[in-house]
């Protein structure tokens, strides 16, 4: 019975203090925001709803969530803190009570926290992040223009599409052929002049089209002015990617790699990590949090400010280390899935090292 309440005890002053840290630096950081695109929201014309609903709305969830582990690691340490300088600490261990059962609340709580960020980054967060991120398309960006030439596309396998150029405003394609090849051998060479985009049949208008097809018949040439067909490729894969990342729930970030890969196309990385991030974030507020306990349960006479000062510097240390790695793997200098793993390995490897060695 002692134990239930000591457990409801703690995991309730935990929670309420991750609120209540989540909320202040939730609030701090939209501050800032406003404060510097203020003048964009003006001068572009942003309508006030659209400022609160569309954007700050969204941004909140945002940050609460990818600040998790932070947040997390810094109510840890500011709870046990002030509960050890109370010697609370020194009286459940007095009564018998191991330190690692005193843990035990705290990593239900993180648990929890960890179920809730994985399901909102994996289904809710995405659909939040596609209208904020409209929102800093329309009002806090400047306009896009989709600049790449000579552009290369696996469409399928054995068949591989090029555009010398697009223009994402009018959906125009130039000088596009479409090629299908078995083996070595050129099976089919499609060439237009212009594909256009007809949103009204959702299919790609080639003009000015010629097929050349080659079969051990010999050779066949087909002429035409104007043809609609589809392609698998949209105006979309054209568009601004400014954080497309975050706006794919879970299956469809994986359909989108898969997409990626049979296309051969670049920026493979980002995407992955953001999908190996997604797993490995809720692990990372299980491991601070049980840092944040050991760190912070020793009594000081110093007071909890050099505890908390620990705390903060073992909190930013992860966060550099995170952002450190995941440039490292967006650089293809090193296996992405380990890039994005290797912060909690090795933070993982400190808690042990801490749990074993500080004195409580």
Known sequence: MKLKILDKYLLKNFLITYVFVSLLITLIICMIDYTENLDDFIKRKAPANAIVFDYYLNLIPYWINFLSPLMVFIATVFFTSRIAARTEVIAMLSTGISFGRIIVPYLVGAFFLSLLSFYMVGWVLPKANTVKNQFAITYLKDQFYFSDRNIHLNMADDVYAYMESYNNLSRTGNK????TVK???L????SADKIVWNP???KWT?????VRTLSDM???????????TTLNITPRDFENTYKLFETFTLPELNQHIDLLISRGSDGLEVYQIEKYTRFTQPFAIMILTAIGVIVSARKS?????LQIALGFFLAFTYILFYLLSKGIAEAGSINTLLAVWLPNIIFSIIGVVLYKTLPR
């Open 176 to 179: 596009f052929t479409l090629e």
């Open 183 to 185: 083996g070595n051998e």
């Open 187 to 190: 099976v089919q060479k499609l």
């Open 200 to 202: 009204e049949t959702e």
């Open 206 to 210: 080639l003009k000015n089209y010629r």
């Open 218 to 228: 010999g050779e066949t040439l087909t002429y035409g002015t104007e043809v609609d």
């Open 301 to 305: 006479r110093r007071g909890i400010g």
